[in-house]
């Protein structure tokens, strides 16, 4: 047993990773749990596609603006916690962690600019009992001395990421690591074949992260539902998000990790109506919202919620943390969450970038079934340069279909307060088209018949 309480076999440890039904061994031979180089392959874990990556070397991947001595640090990092069972989420934290530290560079004494006597990718300190000099600048030792504190920190893979690598560290830069997540979780994803797209919460490593659940990367989808009216498609290239239909009061999570930087009633009508009742297509704005800022300079966004949101500016939030609830309040024909990611911390349009693509990178793809617009009227009803008919969005879920209408243009103006706004001269065209037992502004359920479709609910 050695100083940190690891279990050696002589001849070396055989461990498993399982993941789409796979089983593939890890094999780590009885040296390498005491130091030195790391020699066996990364096993991939195959949660989701592969990065396409260019070898470097026979085992080094090529990762952007990062040198070949970075990224064969980043994979020692990595194949030390497969080692030691640590699950992919550690990898992340681990990874961010030297990034902030050292940026991934093995760093020795560096005499006068040198903080105490902190050395290695870690910057940890031999007066503080992480090793001697010589072993903290051993990248496996230092990887594997990390690893053993953060394993003793009570609910480290619920914690957001800064918390977790503070508590291990005990910087003098607490909210330092946070940054670095996106930027780690894409070196996790390129070297170890997707590992960040498994669970946050998985017990073991290679456990693929289901549809509810924060992945290693640190992202979770806000609501499991299908995906209506997407990303600035043809019928309405001013709409900067995804609409995500639901039933009313389904709860609403926060995506990642960050701080609530605006949350409002939004509303530029006159006479001044309340958000804590149901919009409709002629109602402007964005009802209740509010936005978050997440490390890397993403920023999420969240409307049409029933009432008031459970978080307010200044507040921070884990991933998968309760923030509202699903509504119809502000320019909405029926309950769902109208939801917009944006980069560089640009809350305008020109920051907006398509939520499924984005999502769909973390892990955490958004809807649970693929939705199918219609529109229903005559065709000159929908001819260039006239608004168009009466849509009414169908969307296909497990086991029934959810009909929403959807009026007017559907175009949005870029603004940041204003992102979910119809203009003012694109009234909304009711009445055109049969309604499938449907009135304007309602939503339900419905499934199909030989007739068509009938109530459900």
């Known amino acids: 047993m050695s100083r940190f309480g690891w279990g050696v076999a002589v001849g070396g440890g055989l461990g498993l990773l399982l993941c789409g039904g796979l089983a593939a061994p890890v094999i780590v031979s009885a040296g390498a749990l005491f130091g030195g180089e790391l020699k066996e392959a990364v ?142 979780a894409r070196i996790v994803d390129a070297i170890a074949d997707g590992a960040a797209r498994t669970p946050a919460a998985a017990l073991a490593a290679g456990q693929c992260a289901q549809a509810d659940e924060v992945t290693s990367s640190g992202w979770v989808r806000p ?78 966004r969240y409307c049409h919620m029933l009432r008031r949101p459970l978080v307010s500016a200044g507040d921070k939030v884990a991933a998968g943390q309760q923030i509202g609830v699903v509504g119809t309040s502000g320019h909405s024909s029926g309950p769902h969450l109208h939801f917009e990611v944006h980069l560089r911390g640009d809350r305008s349009s020109s920051g907006a970038v398509d939520p499924v693509r984005f999502m769909r990178g973390k892990g955490a793809s958004l809807g649970e079934g693929k939705g199918k617009e219609v529109s229903v009227g005559r065709p000159e009803d929908t001819a260039p340069g006239k608004p168009p008919a009466t849509a009414w969005r169908i969307y296909r879920t497990r086991s029934r279909l959810l009909v929403a209408p959807r009026t007017g243009t559907g175009r949005y103006p870029s603004t940041p307060r204003h992102p979910d706004k119809e203009p003012a001269d694109a009234p909304a065209t009711p009445g055109k088209g049969p309604a499938p037992n449907l009135s304007e502004g309602e939503t339900r359920l419905c499934s199909p018949s030989s007739s068509g479709f009938s109530r459900t609910s």
């Open 43 to 184: 096993t991939p874990a195959s949660c989701g596609s592969a990065a396409t990556t260019q070898l470097v070397g026979r085992q080094t991947v090529k990762i952007p603006d990062r040198s070949a001595a970075q990224v064969r640090n980043a994979t020692t990092i990595i194949r030390t916690g497969q080692a030691m069972k640590v699950p992919p989420r550690g990898w992340v934290i681990a990874v961010a962690t030297a990034i902030q530290e050292s940026q991934l560079t093995n760093l020795g004494h560096l005499g006068a600019d040198n903080d105490h006597d902190s050395q290695g990718m870690f910057q940890q300190r031999p007066s503080q009992g992480w090793g001697t000099p010589a072993q903290v600048r051993d990248p496996v030792y230092a990887s594997r001395a990390f690893y053993a504190r953060l394993l003793k920190v009570k609910g480290w893979q619920k914690l957001p990421l800064t918390v977790a690598a503070q508590r291990v560290q005990r910087s003098a830069y607490p909210d330092a690591y946070a940054k670095h997540e996106p930027e780690a």
């Open 223 to 300: 609501v499991s539902a299908p995906v209506g009216s997407g990303f600035r498609s043809g019928g309405r290239p001013g709409h900067d998000g995804v609409d995500l239909s639901t039933r009313r009061g389904t709860p609403i999570k926060a995506a990642a990790a960050g701080t609530v930087v605006h949350m409002e009633c939004d509303n530029q009508s006159a006479p001044w109506y309340s958000c804590n009742r149901d919009g409709s297509p002629n109602t402007p704005g964005c009802g209740w919202y509010l936005d978050i800022r997440h490390a890397g300079g993403v920023i999420t």
